[in-house]
């Protein structure tokens, strides 16, 4: 399995960046290589959600179930997709009432070798696309 990890600080409130990563149908608006973003399913303790992603060419999509702990941590695991085993946590922890830490933590495993290589590959350059997508968008 593979592992990836990062964290970085916001200068935004809390609720405003718990708010903005739980946003999913507002993914496809900002967020490089994501062509379409909807929530299937709201239940009580989770959202059913689908994305779909064009990585250079490579077009998927994939289905997590997310578990919403409110200005504590996003928990999505896998459903249906490329992906073998697929788990990723969002966490967040308020700083001051202006700044917020985020760390985020994926654990993966492609279905398709090629499409791992050109992930593992890409995955610092993709992940920098992405954490100054949602930088810009707050």
């Given at each position: 399995m593979n592992h990836f990890e990062r964290?970085?600080?916001?200068?935004?409130?809390?609720?405003?960046?718990?708010?903005?990563l739980s946003d999913i149908d507002q993914y496809q608006n900002f967020l490089p290589f994501c062509k379409s973003s909807e929530i299937i399913?709201?239940?009580?303790?989770?959202?059913i959600a689908k994305l779909t992603i064009d990585f250079f060419g490579i077009k998927n999509s994939f289905i997590t179930k997310n578990?919403?702990?409110?200005?504590?941590?996003?928990?999505?695991?896998?459903?249906?997709?490329?992906?073998?085993?697929f788990l990723a946590v969002w966490r967040f922890e308020s700083i001051?009432?202006?700044?917020?830490?985020?760390?985020?933590k994926m654990e993966y495993?492609?279905?398709?070798?090629?499409?791992?290589?050109?992930f593992k590959k890409n995955l610092n350059s993709v992940s920098n696309l992405i954490v100054?997508?949602?930088?810009?968008?707050l």
């Open positions: 964290s970085f600080t916001i200068k935004k409130p809390i609720n405003e960046v718990f708010c903005l399913e709201i239940k009580k303790d989770y959202i578990i919403n702990k409110k200005n504590e941590a996003i928990i999505m695991n896998m459903q249906d997709g490329p992906f073998k085993n001051t009432d202006q700044s917020t830490q985020l760390g985020f495993e492609l279905n398709n070798p090629l499409l791992e290589f050109a100054n997508a949602f930088k810009e968008k």
